[in-house]
């Protein structure tokens, strides 16, 4: 890892996690994952990989729409997760948040798969967005592969129950069973899906590289995640 304060300062928010969970790995894992405190939402960068979303204008969107949320959080906090150090989306929103002075504590970004955050990175998320797609099915790569591969069949049969399908810009919040893996070994209660615009033209409902109707629904997208997170808070 390169050292700047920035990266330092969230390494250190990942080191008290880690110890958080050393803490508690004196049992197994599995019986002391606490989702009795919904605190922390993990949320991939929609629609900029497989939907072909420009990085640039997705950052932009992403530290306007955290800025306008942070403060409806109380305690809760925000945090944008890629899977590589390198990732250019998480750099460009790391940049710009520090930029708006936004508190770092509240809002911050993470290196890790969103499915193992705990596992693997310390880091607790009760809730996790998926980056899903308008059928709300598994497969097709990306967050959306990953997601319903790690929380297993219950995640499918848990979606069926809340929706069929969703429209580009708008998100179903939707509550783990508690014999999902994903829950038992990462504490995760609650998964929202989450449709972004798509500008891959080999993809449904290709927007055609039209960025006024796309920042307007990425817009949206953000909006109705963080809603639905500040919803199941309540
Ligand atoms: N953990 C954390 N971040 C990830 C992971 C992971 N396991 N996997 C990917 N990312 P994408 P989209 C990052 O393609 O562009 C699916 O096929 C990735 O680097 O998952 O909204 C669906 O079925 C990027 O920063 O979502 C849809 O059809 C971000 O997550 C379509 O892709 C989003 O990448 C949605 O495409």
Known sequence: CKGTAKESLLLGVASKEVKESENLAKGSVDDDVSVDEITTLAFPSISTADFQFNNE????????KVEEFVNKLE??????????????????????????????????????????????????????ANAANWRLKPGGGGVNAAIFTAAGLALETATKERANSLLPGHAVVVPLPSDSPLYTREGVSHVIHVLGPNMNPQRPNSLNNDYNKGCSILREAYTSLFTGFLSILR
């Open 57 to 64: 204008t997705a950052s932009d969107i992403i530290v306007e």
């Open 75 to 128: 305690n809760a906090r925000l945090v944008l997760v890629d899977l590589t150090h390198g990732s250019k989306i998480l750099s460009l929103v790391r940049t710009k948040a520090e930029k708006r002075n936004i508190d770092s504590k509240k809002f911050f970004t993470f290196v890790g798969n969103i499915t193992q955050l705990y596992s693997q990175g310390g880091l607790r998320c009760n809730v996790i």
